[in-house]
């Protein structure tokens, strides 16, 4: 089975829209090609990342860790989550001074708790913090099976 991807005619960094008419179904052998005409055409690094990752000479790690050099990108990312919507029980636990920040953590067996420190957390559960954090970053996609996410 052969996969396809839907590609921007005109890219949206460049201008362009979501509208069906700016799509084109492409085999992910094209998406990479057209990625890189798109580079050598405009020389912009997110087409040279997308087309060094389709085409597999470069993983999603390499990816993320291009793309955190960009202080525009880790604005982005600090502006997108400036603008979720706390919880009540966040609001009031920050109100009080007790977490700057409250995780919601999931255990292998689908059950999950709400912690205000992270450390402590992975101490008592013989976790690795770094491991944990990794996760919490989208850096892997959990730590011994645990999942851990900011809660909002």
Known sequence: ???????????????????????????????????????????????????????KMIGKDQIIKELYKDPAYRLKLRNAKLGKKRSATVCKAISKGKCKYLYKITFPNGSSIISNNLWQFCKKHNLNHAAMWKTLKGQQSNHKQHLVEYQT
Do not use: F
């Open 1 to 55: 089975m052969i996969t396809h991807h839907l590609h921007h005619i005109i890219p949206k960094h460049l201008g362009g829209s979501d509208e069906p008419s700016n799509l084109i179904k492409l085999t992910v052998a094209e998406h990479s090609e057209a990625h890189r005409v798109l580079y050598k055409k405009h020389g912009l690094y997110k087409d040279k990342l997308a087309w060094l990752g389709l085409s």
